[in-house]
T-cell receptor, first 113, second 113 residues
């Protein structure tokens, strides 16, 4: 069965701090991996995605994620967070022939000015 | 606005009543998805359409739930004989054929009292 685990449920950082949110998945085949963000009162938006090729993917707003196949991980990083990054972040997986996304439980990030 | 549109945004209903939600996908997106999200959880897949064909259904979609996409454009999700456990945010997403990335609407929040 496919699953996604996000270890940090709630993260509080000060502005300019570095961010790393953990994401591990369970699936033995080829995967597509995503990070979505949900700002307060807004819809889910795609931050970045990995399909194949370079395991280090860059997304919008200075975010990046690294796919490490041996660790079944796809951690999200940002070197310096801003107050406007306050949001909930979801890691998601699409595996095999299915068209559905499997989401993690999300990480709520609060950035203090 | 060319995003995914959902109606209504909020719905309060009494237990046992039927409710219907509508989703208008991004124009020319032939794939449409329904997800459900409860507090503290990530979105859970319910069902997927390609054009008017319903190609995948989750076990979460009990016989009280039915979804349609009659002309391959908008979709409806109906819940019959609502229960308190149906209270959740119902999300619709769409994507073009060939793309895995899904674009989400703002959701319909259902409260069953």
């Amino acid at each position: 069965a496919q699953s996604v685990s996000q270890h940090n449920h709630h993260v509080i950082l000060s502005e300019a701090a570095s961010l790393e949110l953990g994401c591990n998945y369970s699936y033995g085949g080829t995967v597509n991996l995503f990070w979505y963000v949900q700002y307060p009162g807004q819809h889910l938006q795609l931050l970045l995605k990995y399909f194949s090729g370079d395991p280090l993917v860059k997304g919008i707003k200075g975010f990046e994620a690294e796919f490490i196949k041996s660790k079944f991980s796809f951690n999200l990083r940002k070197p310096s967070v801003q107050w406007s990054d306050t949001a909930e972040y979801f890691c998601a997986l699409k595996g095999g022939a299915t068209n559905k996304l499997i989401f993690g439980t999300g990480t709520l990030l609060a950035v203090q000015p | 606005d060319t995003g995914v549109s959902q109606d209504p945004r909020h719905k309060i209903t009494k237990r046992g009543q039927n409710v219907t939600f509508r989703c208008d996908p991004i124009s020319e997106h032939n794939r449409l998805y329904w997800y459900r999200q409860t507090l503290g959880q990530g979105p859970e897949f319910l069902t997927y359409f390609q054009n008017e064909a319903q190609l995948e259904k989750s076990r979460l979609l009990s016989d009280r739930f039915s979804a349609e996409r009659p002309k391959g454009s908008f979709s409806t999700l109906e819940i019959q004989r609502t229960e308190q456990g149906d209270s959740a945010m119902y999300l619709c997403a769409s994507s073009p054929s060939g793309m895995t990335e899904a674009f989400f609407g703002q959701g319909t929040r259902l409260t069953v009292v």
